[in-house]
C-alpha cells in the first residue's frame, strides 16, 4: 500500500509538474525579456531599487491578505467533499482579505512620502504608494482566488492565471520602464497584478464553487480562528524573508555601493528564474497533497518522491547554469552585471540547501504546527541577518552569499532533525 501511494503521489507531481511546465516556459520567456529590458534601461542601482520595492510589496501583500492563503488553500482541499465547510472558509477568507487589504491600503496613501524615503531613499516616488495603496484591494482579492484555485486543485485555470499573468507582467514592466524609467519599472511592480485580478476573475466566474454570495454572506469565528493560526505563520514568514533580504542590500549598499546592491539583487533574480518551475510545482500540488495524507508513512512516502523528482532536477540545473554564468549574464542583463560571476558558486549551493529545507518547511504548514514554524522562521531570520552583516564587513558583497547558503544549511539540518522519526518512519509488514 505505501508503494502503491508514493506511486500514486509521484506520478499527479509529474503532471502538475508537465501542465506547470508550460506556464514556466512561458514565465521564464518573459521574465527573460523583462529583465534584459528593464536592466538596460535602468541598470544595477535602479535594479537594487526595484528589489526594495518587490521585498516591501511583498510584505504588504501577506499583511492585506490576513496571511491565510496556506490556510485557505489546506483547508479547502482537506474539506473539498463538504460544500458547506468549503463555503465557509469561502466567505471567511472573503471578509478577512477585504479588511485587511483597505487598511493596509489606506496606512499606504497616508504614509506614502515615509515609504518612498524609507524604501526607494526618494521622495519622489512617493506617488508609487498612493498608487500601491490604491491598487492593493485588488492584489489580495487575486492572490486570494488562486489559493482557493489551488484548494480546489483545479490545475487548468491555475495555469492560465499564471501564463496570464506573466504576459501581463511583461507588457507592464516593458512598455512603463521604456516609457518612464525607473518609475515606470516600479510603477508596474505594483500595479500589473490588480489587472490580473479582473482577469482571474473571469476565469473563475463559471467554476462551481463559484457564488458571490457565498463570498459576501458567509462568516464564521471559529473558521476565522483556525485560518488564525495560518496568518501568524504567513506574517511572520512576510516579516522575516523579505525583511532579510531588505536588510542584506541595506548591508550591502552601506558597505560596498548601490551598484554590488544591484549585482547582488540580479543574482537573485537567476535564483528565482530556474527555482520557479520547483517552487511553484511544489506550492500546487504538495500542500494540498499533504493536507490529505493522515499517517507518518504516507507523509514520508510523499516527501521522499518529492526528494527523488527534485533533487536531480536542482544538481542538472546548477551545474548547467553555473558553466553558463557568462553567457546568462550577457543573455539577461548588460556589461555592468560581469562582476556578478563571482557570486554563483555559494548562492547555487544555498539554492540547492534552501529547496531541501523547503520540502519539509511544509510539513510544518501541512500539520499546523505553527510555534515551531515562527520559531524557525526567526532563527532564520537572526542567523542570515547576523552572518550578513558579518561577512558583507569583511568579505564585501560575496559574504553576503556565504551568509546565505550556511543559513539555509542549517535551516535544513534542524528541520530534518525535527522531522527524523517521520523520516525513518519504517514500512508495515
Not at 521574465?31 to 535602479?46: D, Q, R, T, Y
Not at 512620502?113 to 526607494?120: M, N, P, T, V
Not at 493536507?291 to 536531480?312: A, G, I, R, W
Not at 543559513?407 to 523520516?423: G, N
Amino acid at each position: 500500500m505505501p508503494f502503491k501511494l508514493s506511486k500514486i503521489g509521484s506520478r499527479e507531481l509529474v503532471r502538475v509538474s508537465f501542465l506547470n511546465a508550460i506556464s514556466t516556459v512561458i514565465k521564464m520567456f518573459t521574465g527573460l525579456i523583462s529583465i534584459k529590458v528593464i536592466a538596460s534601461v535602468i541598470g544595477p542601482s535602479g535594479i537594487a531599487l526595484l528589489g526594495q520595492l518587490n521585498n516591501f510589496s511583498n510584505i504588504l501583500l501577506s499583511i492585506s491578505t490576513g496571511g491565510i492563503n496556506a490556510g485557505i488553500t489546506k483547508y479547502i482541499s482537506e474539506h473539498s467533499g463538504s460544500e458547506n465547510k468549503t463555503n465557509l472558509f469561502l466567505g471567511t477568507g472573503f471578509w478577512i482579505t477585504a479588511v485587511f487589504s483597505i487598511l493596509t491600503g489606506l496606512v499606504l496613501i497616508f504614509g506614502a512620502g515615509y515609504f518612498a524615503e524609507i524604501i526607494l531613499f526618494d521622495r519622489k516616488y512617493t506617488s508609487i504608494f498612493y498608487i500601491f495603496g490604491g491598487t492593493i484591494v485588488l492584489y489580495a482579492f487575486n492572490t486570494l482566488l488562486i489559493s482557493i484555485i489551488n484548494g480546489f486543485k483545479d490545475y487548468n485555470r491555475y495555469l492560465i492565471i499564471n501564463i496570464v499573468g506573466s504576459l501581463v507582467g511583461l507588457v507592464f514592466s516593458v512598455v512603463l520602464a521604456l516609457k518612464f524609467g525607473i518609475y515606470g519599472a516600479l510603477l508596474s511592480a505594483v500595479t500589473y497584478q490588480s489587472i490580473v485580478f479582473i482577469i482571474s476573475l473571469g476565469l473563475i466566474y463559471k467554476a462551481s464553487w463559484f457564488d458571490i454570495k457565498i463570498f459576501l454572506t458567509k462568516f464564521s469565528k471559529p473558521t476565522a480562528l483556525k485560518l488564525g493560526q495560518f496568518s501568524l505563520m504567513a506574517l511572520v514568514s512576510a516579516l522575516t524573508v523579505p525583511g532579510s533580504q531588505l536588510l542584506v542590500r541595506q548591508f550591502i549598499t552601506d558597505s560596498e555601493s548601490i551598484h554590488q546592491a544591484g549585482l547582488w539583487e540580479g543574482l537573485n533574480r537567476v535564483s528565482t528564474m530556474y527555482l520557479f518551475v520547483v517552487m511553484t510545482s511544489l506550492s500546487v500540488y504538495y500542500l494540498p497533497r499533504l493536507s490529505e495524507l493522515k499517517t507518518n508513512l504516507e507523509l514520508k512516502n510523499e516527501v521522499m518522491s518529492v526528494y527523488k523528482l527534485m533533487v536531480p532536477f536542482l544538481i542538472f540545473s546548477i551545474i548547467v547554469i553555473y558553466f553558463s554564468r557568462d553567457l546568462i549574464i550577457q543573455i539577461l542583463f548588460t556589461p555592468e552585471f560581469n562582476e556578478m560571476r563571482t557570486l554563483f558558486v555559494f548562492q547555487f549551493l544555498g539554492d540547492f540547501l534552501k529547496m531541501c529545507g523547503w520540502v519539509l518547511g511544509y510539513l510544518l504548514i501541512a500539520k499546523a504546527m505553527t510555534k515551531t514554524y515562527i520559531i524557525m522562521e526567526m532563527v532564520n531570520f537572526v542567523v542570515i541577518v547576523a552572518l550578513s552583516f558579518v561577512f558583507i564587513k569583511y568579505f564585501g558583497t560575496i559574504g553576503a552569499t556565504y551568509a546565505y547558503a550556511i543559513t539555509h544549511f542549517t535551516y535544513f539540518i534542524i528541520l530534518a532533525f525535527i522531522f527524523r522519526k517521520l523520516l525513518f518512519t519504517k514500512a508495515e509488514k
